[in-house]
C-alpha cells in the first residue's frame, strides 16, 4: 500500500482534482500538542481506550479550526489530515489511514470528507463523525446559503463583478480532468473516452431526452465496473490490476474496537440508505399528483439519488446536478455558474454547492434538504462500509471492479469540460479569463480560491461597463451576448 497521499487517489477522481504534493512521510507520530496517542496504543487492549465523551472532545479540539482552513481540494484536505491525524496526534498508523481514504475512493460521496468522517470515527465512534462532518463543512455551508438567498432575493443575473467567476470556475473542472486522466491506464483512459462521448450525446441531441442521463450515467458506471471485473478474470486480460491487499485486521486493531460499529449495524446503515432511495424515487416518480415538482421532496430526491451514484466526488456530480437543476428552471445557467465558482473558493468540498442549489430554489430550508439530500448517502455508506471494509479490501475482483467504476466517472468530468464550457464561455473575454485562470491553477498551483478571485478581477476589467475589451461573441451576436 503507498504511504503518500499523493499517492492515494490513483484509482479515481476526487472533488477537484488539485495535484498538490503530499508532505514527506512522518519520521515519527509523537502528537506535538498532547492531544493524541502514542502509536504503539493502536493495539492496546479495549480497557486502556479513552472514555467516549474525551475521545469526542479530541474531536472537537482537532476540528474546529480545520474547517476554516480547508483550501486546496481534496488532495491538500489528504495532507492537512494526515498531519494534523496521524503525525501530530497519532489517532491511527499510517496504514490504517491509507485504508481509510481507500474507503471513501469505493463509495458514493465527496472521498475527502468521507476520509473526515472515517478517521473521526475510528477515534470517536458514530458521534464523533459526525461532528467532525459537522465542523469540516459548517463554514463553506453558512456562506453558500448565504449567497443562494442573495441570488435569490436580488434576482442576481450577471453583473460586472461577477462576469469573470464562471470562466474561472471552469478552467478548475478542465484541471481536474486533466489530472484524472495522467492517472488512467490505457484500457480506462478508452473507458473514460466512451462514457465522455455518451454523456456529450445526451446533452447534444433534442431527441434524446435530458431526463435520461438520470439512468444512463448510472447504467454506464455498473457496465463499467462489470467490464472491468468480467476483463480482469481473463487469461489474458487488456487491463492491470492491483492485486488484493492484506488489508485491515479487523478482529485485533483497536482502531475498529473504537469505531464501534457492529457488523449488524453497518448492515442496517446499507438497508436505510437503500430504504430512502427507494422511498424518495418512488414518491416522486410515481407517487401523488399532488407532490408538487418543484417541492422540497422532489429537491432532496434529486440530491438524494446524485449523490447515491456519484463515484469521485464534486467534479463528477455538476453534470448531474445540471440536468436536474438548470433545465428544469430551478436555476438559471448564470446562477449554477456563480454558484460553482463560489463553492470552489471556500474551505471544504464541493459538495457544498448543495447548499447554494437549496438556497437558490427554496430558500434557507431548501439549503439544508439540498445539503442533506447529497451528503446523505456518502455519509450512510461510509459508517455501513467500515464493518465491511478488511473483507472487501482481501477480494480482487472488488478492486477491478472499482477500477473501471472510476474510469467511466472520469470520463462524466471530460464530458463536464465540454458542456460547461459551452454554457460559461461566451465571450473572448471570457476565454481570456478561462485561459488566464487556468494557468494559475494547472502551471502555477495556485489554490483555488485565489484563482477565483484572480478570474473575477480580470472579468471586472474587461467587462463591457469597465474596459470593454474582448467583447466579440464567438457567434457573432454581441447582442445576444450582453443579454
Given amino acids: 500500500e503507498p504511504s503518500q497521499p499523493a499517492l492515494l487517489p490513483t484509482m479515481g477522481p476526487s472533488p477537484e482534482g488539485n495535484d498538490?504534493?503530499?508532505?514527506?512521510?512522518?519520521?515519527?507520530?509523537?502528537?506535538?500538542?498532547?492531544?493524541?496517542?502514542?502509536?504503539?496504543?493502536?493495539?492496546?487492549?479495549?480497557?486502556?481506550?479513552?472514555?467516549?465523551?474525551?475521545?469526542?472532545?479530541?474531536?472537537f479540539r482537532t476540528f474546529w479550526m480545520l474547517g476554516l482552513v480547508a483550501f486546496g481540494g481534496p488532495q491538500a484536505h489528504v495532507a492537512i489530515l494526515l498531519d494534523h491525524l496521524v503525525v501530530r496526534r497519532a489517532w491511527m498508523s499510517e496504514e490504517a489511514f491509507t485504508e481509510l481514504f481507500a474507503i471513501g475512493q469505493g463509495l458514493p460521496g465527496p472521498t475527502s470528507t468521507q476520509l473526515v468522517i472515517s478517521t473521526a470515527t475510528s477515534h470517536a465512534g458514530i458521534p464523533g463523525g459526525l461532528l467532525a462532518f459537522f465542523l469540516w463543512n459548517l463554514p463553506g455551508l453558512v456562506v453558500l446559503t448565504a449567497c443562494g438567498v442573495a441570488m435569490d432575493i436580488f434576482q442576481i443575473g450577471n453583473p460586472w463583478y461577477m462576469a469573470g467567476l464562471p470562466p474561472a470556475a471552469i478552467s478548475l473542472v478542465f484541471k481536474a480532468a486533466y489530472g484524472f486522466g495522467k492517472k488512467l491506464s490505457t484500457l480506462q483512459t478508452t473507458m473514460a473516452a466512451c462514457s465522455c462521448l455518451v454523456a456529450i450525446l445526451l446533452n447534444g441531441d433534442d431527441r434524446i431526452p435530458s431526463t435520461s442521463s438520470q439512468y444512463v450515467y448510472p447504467a454506464m458506471m455498473v457496465l463499467g465496473a462489470t467490464f472491468t471485473y468480467v476483463d480482469s478474470?481473463?487469461?489474458?486480460?487488456?487491463?492491470?490490476?492491483?492485486?488484493?491487499?492484506?488489508?485491515?485486521?479487523?478482529?485485533?486493531?483497536?482502531?475498529?474496537?473504537?469505531?464501534?460499529?457492529?457488523?449488524?449495524?453497518?448492515?442496517?446503515?446499507?438497508?436505510?440508505?437503500?430504504?430512502?432511495?427507494?422511498?424518495?424515487?418512488?414518491?416522486v416518480r410515481v407517487g401523488?399528483?399532488?407532490?408538487?415538482?418543484?417541492?422540497?421532496?422532489?429537491?432532496?430526491?434529486?440530491?438524494?439519488?446524485?449523490?447515491?451514484?456519484?463515484?469521485?466526488?464534486?467534479?463528477?456530480?455538476?453534470?448531474?446536478?445540471?440536468?436536474?437543476?438548470?433545465?428544469?428552471?430551478?436555476?438559471?445557467?448564470?446562477?449554477?455558474?456563480?454558484?460553482?465558482?463560489?463553492?470552489?473558493?471556500?474551505?471544504?468540498?464541493?459538495?457544498?454547492?448543495?447548499?447554494?442549489?437549496?438556497?437558490?430554489?427554496?430558500?434557507?430550508?431548501?439549503?439544508?434538504?439540498?445539503?442533506?439530500?447529497?451528503?446523505?448517502?456518502g455519509i450512510v455508506l461510509i459508517f455501513a462500509a467500515i464493518p465491511f471494509w478488511a473483507a472487501l479490501r482481501h477480494a480482487a475482483w472488488f478492486r477491478a471492479a472499482l477500477s473501471g467504476l472510476n474510469a467511466t466517472a472520469i470520463g462524466l468530468v471530460g464530458a463536464?469540460?465540454?458542456l460547461l464550457w459551452e454554457a460559461a464561455v461566451d465571450s473572448r473575454a471570457d476565454a481570456l479569463v478561462f485561459v488566464f485562470a487556468g494557468t494559475l491553477a494547472v502551471v502555477h498551483q495556485v489554490q483555488a480560491?485565489?484563482?477565483?478571485?484572480?478570474?473575477?478581477?480580470?472579468?471586472?476589467?474587461?467587462?463591457?461597463?469597465?474596459?470593454?475589451?474582448?467583447?466579440?461573441?464567438?457567434?457573432?451576436?454581441?447582442v445576444a451576448m450582453n443579454n
Fill in 20 to 59: 498538490a504534493e503530499a508532505p514527506p512521510p512522518p519520521e515519527a507520530a509523537v502528537p506535538s500538542d498532547g492531544d493524541g496517542e502514542d502509536k504503539k496504543n493502536l493495539a492496546a487492549d479495549p480497557a486502556t481506550i479513552a472514555p467516549l465523551s474525551t475521545r469526542v472532545a479530541d474531536v
Fill in 233 to 283: 478474470n481473463r487469461a489474458n486480460p487488456f487491463g492491470t490490476y492491483a492485486p488484493a491487499s492484506s488489508g485491515w485486521n479487523a478482529q485485533d486493531d483497536a482502531t475498529l474496537r473504537k469505531i464501534g460499529i457492529p457488523p449488524w449495524l453497518g448492515a442496517a446503515f446499507f438497508l436505510a440508505w437503500v430504504a430512502v432511495l427507494l422511498a424518495a424515487v418512488l414518491l
Fill in 288 to 377: 401523488s399528483p399532488a407532490i408538487p415538482p418543484d417541492g422540497y421532496l422532489a429537491l432532496f430526491e434529486v440530491m438524494y439519488r446524485t449523490g447515491s451514484i456519484i463515484f469521485g466526488g464534486g467534479q463528477v456530480v455538476l453534470p448531474l446536478l445540471y440536468d436536474d437543476v438548470v433545465l428544469s428552471g430551478w436555476l438559471t445557467g448564470d446562477q449554477f455558474y456563480h454558484g460553482i465558482a463560489l463553492a470552489s473558493a471556500m474551505p471544504g468540498p464541493l459538495f457544498n454547492f448543495s447548499a447554494y442549489v437549496g438556497a437558490v430554489h427554496l430558500g434557507v430550508p431548501g439549503a439544508l434538504v439540498a445539503y442533506a439530500g447529497l451528503f446523505a448517502p
Fill in 416 to 418: 463536464a469540460c465540454v
Fill in 449 to 478: 480560491p485565489y484563482v477565483i478571485i484572480a478570474g473575477g478581477v480580470l472579468g471586472a476589467v474587461l467587462h463591457p461597463d469597465a474596459l470593454g475589451l474582448g467583447q466579440k461573441w464567438f457567434c457573432g451576436d454581441s
